[in-house]
């Protein structure tokens, strides 16, 4: 019994991966007939930088949502490592590449102090990053005060050679960054499902107390999850700095749902224990794409929330009602009887 | 002393005793912000963030989250305001204001409830596509020129304190005691508590969950007219981030997101030093873009303390239990000798 359900959940989990694969090339084929610019590769690849934000947060997010935790602050670490990167080169007179290397141990920071308190004191993760996303976008309000320019206009005026790297295009269409997330993945991938860090990262979201028991630092393996988020919140505040040639303080302020939705339809579940890299990966492509091709259709820029939530609660909903032994029992009834 | 005992055990009592020491401290480096007229501003205020919290409260209170408020908060503003612009009375816009609140957390709710979709992803994606519906119906254009005589609504009152925070706070101690004395009130912290054992004792888990919701969006529609007349313009982004702050005020004000734990008046001083705060950077002289900082530093603080605490009374009581039981073993040893005593 129990392996015959093994094999069916494996099934599923590999169904739920392709099916975000059918997703994406539906998308590409609908908007591609829509129209006929879309599918151009310069243009397909070159909207990878529109949201490329997004893809590498939510990889990372989903080790903190396989702990059962929830993160609400990558949003604001963003815009404190892009305006430290500016402040840093400019009015600290750093090098340019030290300064990134500063960003990501500041980046880090943060995610290790929010992941220190919901790891050793055991307060709700909701709170403490909501608290920390507060923290980190007054903060970055604070360090763009220093710089003495206006919020507004943020710092500009980078060296070439920084800002040219993501401009770059290998082989005439792939972005430099496209890459960036794709070595990210990998490491991603071989981190979680490869090593026996990421199996210690499942158990603790099956079972903490458990996990505990058979000897897992389950503290420092929470706090560690909060900690790569951040990392991974940091490296896109440089990706971002460089390709819009500007630090801002408010970069990436509207990044929190965009996230969610796609750890949430990678399969990821919010309760912890089940999900996995790829998955989150395909999700954030799969959104970036739908929120790309809609605005090329003539859709406004901030109508593309209600499409991007409708599918959140439509899949949600979906894989909740699935669940549900009870309304699941009355469609098999129904089925049967039609047959 | 014994009273003194009773009210440090309270959730709200460290919230309290927070609001005055803040107070006083701005008092002491700024005696102007300790003026009555000062402090009836903080609390007029506050009024929209206190309506807010308290319906938060409520879906708080079971267990659950609402992250929709904000979105909710924006529509109906936008819905309410320009039909008081275009003329029609105030309160037929105040009860659309409603409706569109009713609709909203009934939709929160059947996806919560009914459906178990996990509170804090649906209404996410409900936040999402209310906003989107904000914009479409506003066009992405601010809603201005409300006329006069709404906007004067908010200036009246008693003592320099508005009718609408009197309002607010005479129903916050009504629902504060049908929350806390009340069978049906009741249901909201037992669900909260334990969901497994509300089910087996006979409340209507669903219904009770359903209802929060719905009196959580209902309380930030009543919210938006009362923003409408405050404020006196909507803006495509008006209420943006009040999800947020209501759920810092409510976890401020002692309420546990876990469920079940926590009361209303917590809500409210909660509301209220959300509130001031960006009152008080002004009065010490910082700029006010200091707001968020302050807010964060605020709520992650509070919120460490209180677990360290809890933390510190569940290990003092085990050590207490402990030290009581082997007492009674050594007693029982000393008088029994070889008897067989029992060691509980």
């Known amino acids: 019994m129990q392996q015959k359900l093994k094999k069916n959940y494996k099934k599923l989990k590999f169904r739920w991966e392709y099916f975000l694969v059918l997703l994406l090339i539906v998308e590409v084929v609908i908007f591609g007939t829509l129209n006929p610019r879309f599918l151009k590769p310069q243009v397909l690849f070159g909207s990878v930088n529109d949201f490329i934000s997004i893809c590498i947060i939510a990889t990372f997010m989903c080790f903190v949502f396989i702990t059962g935790?929830?993160?609400?602050?990558?949003?604001?670490?963003?815009?404190?490592?892009?305006?430290?990167?500016?402040?840093?080169?400019?009015?600290?007179?750093?090098?340019?590449?030290?300064?990134?290397?500063?960003?990501?141990?500041?980046?880090?920071?943060?995610?290790?102090?929010?992941?220190?308190?919901?790891?050793?004191?055991?307060v709700q993760p909701m709170v403490v990053t909501l608290g920390g996303s507060f923290?980190?976008?007054?903060?970055?309000?604070?360090?763009?005060?220093?710089?003495?320019?206006?919020?507004?206009?943020?710092?500009?005026?980078?060296?070439?050679?920084?800002?040219?790297?993501?401009?770059?295009?290998?082989?005439?269409?792939?972005?430099?960054?496209?890459?960036i997330f794709l070595?990210?993945?990998?490491?991603?991938?071989?981190?979680?499902?490869?090593?026996?860090?990421?199996?210690?990262?499942?158990?603790?979201?099956i079972n903490q107390n458990a996990a505990g028991f058979t000897g897992i630092n389950t503290k420092l393996i929470i706090m560690s999850t909060y900690?790569?988020?951040?990392?991974?919140?940091?490296?896109?505040?440089?990706?971002?700095?460089?390709?819009?040639?500007?630090?801002?303080?408010?970069?990436?302020?509207?990044?929190?749902?965009?996230?969610?939705?796609?750890?949430?339809l990678g399969g990821t579940s919010t309760l912890g224990g089940k999900g996995g890299v790829v998955g989150s990966a395909l999700a954030a492509i799969v959104i970036g794409i739908m929120r790309f091709g809609l605005s090329m259709n003539g859709m406004p820029n901030q109508y593309l929330d209600i499409p991007v939530g409708i599918m959140l609660v439509i899949v949600v909903a979906g894989s909740c009602i699935s669940k549900n032994q009870k309304i699941s029992a009355l469609l098999h009834h129904y089925i049967n009887i039609k047959n | 002393m014994d009273f003194m005992k009773k009210m440090t055990k309270r959730r709200e009592f460290s919230s309290i005793i927070f609001l005055f020491a803040l107070y006083a401290i701005v008092g002491i480096v700024n005696p102007a912000f300790l003026k009555l007229?000062?402090?009836?501003?903080?609390?007029?205020?506050?009024?929209?963030?206190?309506i807010c919290a308290i319906g938060m409260a409520l879906v708080i209170f079971t267990g659950e989250i609402d992250a929709s408020i904000g979105a909710t908060l924006g529509l109906s503003a936008a819905v309410?305001?320009?039909?008081?612009?275009?003329?029609?009375?105030?309160?037929?816009?105040?009860?659309?204001?409603i409706c569109i609140g009713l609709v909203i957390g009934s939709i929160n709710g059947f996806g919560v409830a009914v459906l178990k979709i996990p509170s804090i992803i649906m209404t996410i994606g409900v936040n999402g596509i209310v906003r989107g519906i904000s914009y479409v119906y506003t066009g992405g254009a601010w809603v201005e020129n409300v006329p006069r005589h709404f906007k004067e609504v908010s200036q009246m009152g008693m003592f320099g304190l508005s009718w609408f925070y009197i309002g607010t706070i005479v129903i916050m101690i009504l629902i504060h005691f049908y929350v806390t004395k009340k069978r049906h009130g009741r249901y909201f912290q037992a669900v909260g508590d334990n969901e497994d054992g509300a089910i087996h004792i006979g409340i209507p888990v669903t219904a009770t969950k359903m209802i929060s919701f719905i009196l959580c969006a209902v309380c930030a529609s009543v919210a938006s007219v009362i923003f409408v007349s405050r404020i006196g313009f909507v803006t495509p982004t008006s209420g943006n981030g009040y999800e947020m702050k209501a759920i810092a005020a409510c976890v401020i004000g002692g309420i546990s997101l876990s469920g079940g734990i926590g009361n209303m008046?917590?809500?409210?001083?909660?509301?209220?030093?959300?509130?001031?705060?960006?009152?008080?950077?002004?009065?010490?002289?910082?700029?006010?873009?200091?707001?968020?900082?302050?807010?964060?530093i605020l709520l992650i603080t509070i919120v460490v303390i209180d677990a360290v605490i809890q933390k510190c009374n569940i290990e003092k009581a085990r050590r207490e239990r402990l030290a009581a039981k082997t007492a009674a073993v050594v007693e029982c040893e000393l008088e029994g000798g070889n008897k067989t005593c029992n060691r509980n």
């Open chain 2, 80 to 97: 309410a305001a320009s039909m008081i612009r275009d003329g029609s009375s105030s309160i037929l816009a105040l009860l659309i204001a």
């Open chain 1, 69 to 122: 935790g929830i993160d609400l602050q990558a949003g604001s670490i963003v815009g404190l490592t892009s305006i430290i990167i500016g402040v840093m080169w400019k009015y600290v007179g750093v090098n340019i590449y030290l300064a990134c290397l500063i960003a990501i141990i500041i980046g880090c920071l943060c995610g290790a102090l929010s992941g220190f308190f919901i790891g050793f004191t055991g």
């Open chain 1, 135 to 179: 923290l980190y976008s007054g903060l970055a309000i604070a360090v763009s005060n220093i710089s003495k320019t206006a919020a507004y206009l943020g710092i500009s005026g980078f060296p070439e050679h920084f800002t040219a790297f993501t401009k770059k295009r290998f082989f005439g269409v792939v972005p430099a960054q496209f890459l």
């Open chain 1, 227 to 264: 900690i790569f988020s951040g990392m991974a919140a940091s490296i896109t505040g440089i990706i971002m700095t460089s390709y819009l040639g500007s630090s801002k303080s408010d970069f990436g302020g509207d990044l929190t749902m965009p996230i969610i939705t796609a750890v949430v």
């Open chain 1, 183 to 205: 070595a990210l993945v990998v490491i991603a991938y071989i981190i979680l499902h490869r090593t026996k860090y990421g199996r210690k990262v499942f158990l603790c979201g």
């Open chain 2, 37 to 50: 007229d000062n402090i009836m501003l903080c609390l007029n205020g506050a009024t929209v963030y206190t």
């Open chain 2, 265 to 296: 008046i917590g809500a409210t001083f909660g509301a209220l030093i959300m509130a001031s705060i960006s009152r008080i950077l002004v009065f010490l002289g910082l700029s006010s873009n200091y707001d968020n900082t302050i807010t964060g």
